[in-house]
């Protein structure tokens, strides 16, 4: 399987760490939602900034390491702190994540993000499981043509159900990527309702289309951190976005927990 060339520094030296070699799933934590890593059981902790050709987040709310330890006895890998294109980051360094977990033989990857709704009957604090997406940049699938099953119907139906088992009710729907860092206009959230978008956010994307062509089985689930522009007539900043995040993480959490051991 093909990983991009500016992987191999980072894929040898994380490999010089002696890492388990049975990590059963990864995550990749969205905005605000880093402090699911507190969970993690003896966790061993490497800064992107110790790792060569890593690149370094640096949006507020992202924290910059990569955590490997246990949930309840499943060994896993935590990326806290993501990568965003309009950082100025390629799209298919957005990806890294997805080519370490590769790198090192995981199989299954859970994407979290902080996404605003569309759809009306949504409301702040909602989590939406992804069942599809929808791109305003035709290139962010940087290899190939090839169009993979990235997100399969009957694992949105599971997640659902792990998470209604937990006493959680769940929506799901389709994640419209936007590159940012601006929020959208009002305009631009009436297009993206009529083009069958539930959910507004700037990540994601790129992670699910790199994981679907290396053959990981992803799981992508939305909090929603606000209602999107024009909705409510409220204004958006940052702050919404992390103080949502912090009331709703513990749930989030859960349902991550719970996916680790069923999904
Ligand atoms: N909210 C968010 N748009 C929003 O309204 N978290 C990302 C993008």
């Known amino acids: 399987m093909e990983l991009p060339d ?56 992202h924290d910059g390491k990569l955590i490997i330890g246990k949930i309840n006895d499943h060994p896993i890998i935590a990326f806290s702190g993501r990568f965003h294109h309009y950082e100025g980051f390629s799209f298919e360094q957005t990806a890294t994540p997805v080519y370490i977990s590769k790198a090192l033989d995981v199989n299954k990857l859970i994407i979290s993000n902080a996404a605003g709704a569309i759809n009306t009957s949504f409301s702040v604090g909602d ?50 990527y936007v590159t940012g860092p601006n929020y959208e206009t009002k305009a631009e959230i009436r297009a993206f309702r009529t083009m069958g978008a539930d959910a507004v956010g700037m990540s994601t994307t790129t992670e699910l289309f790199e994981a679907a062509r ?17 909705v409510t007539g409220d204004k958006l900043d940052h702050k919404e976005v992390k103080a949502t995040a912090d009331a709703r993480k513990e749930d989030f959490a859960r349902v991550v927990k719970a996916l680790i051991q069923k999904f």
Do not use: C, W
């Not at 699911?36 to 370094?56: A, G, K, Q, R």
């Open 127 to 176: 989590l939406m499981v992804i069942e599809d997406v929808i791109r305003n940049n035709l290139s962010i699938a940087p290899r190939g043509r090839k169009q993979h099953r990235y997100l399969h119907h009957q694992y949105v139906n599971r997640i659902r159900k792990i998470a209604s088992d937990l006493g959680l009710i769940t929506q799901q729907g389709t994640y419209m």
């Open 6 to 61: 500016f992987t191999d520094e980072i894929i040898h030296y994380l490999k010089q760490k002696e890492l388990p070699s049975n990590i059963e799933a990864a995550v990749i934590l969205g905005s605000g939602l880093g402090t699911f890593t507190d969970h993690i059981e003896n966790p061993f902790l490497v800064s992107y900034e110790d790792i060569p050709s890593m690149p370094v987040s640096s949006v507020e709310g």
């Open 214 to 230: 290396l053959e990981l089985k992803s799981a992508a689930i939305s909090l929603i951190t606000n209602m999107s522009t024009g």
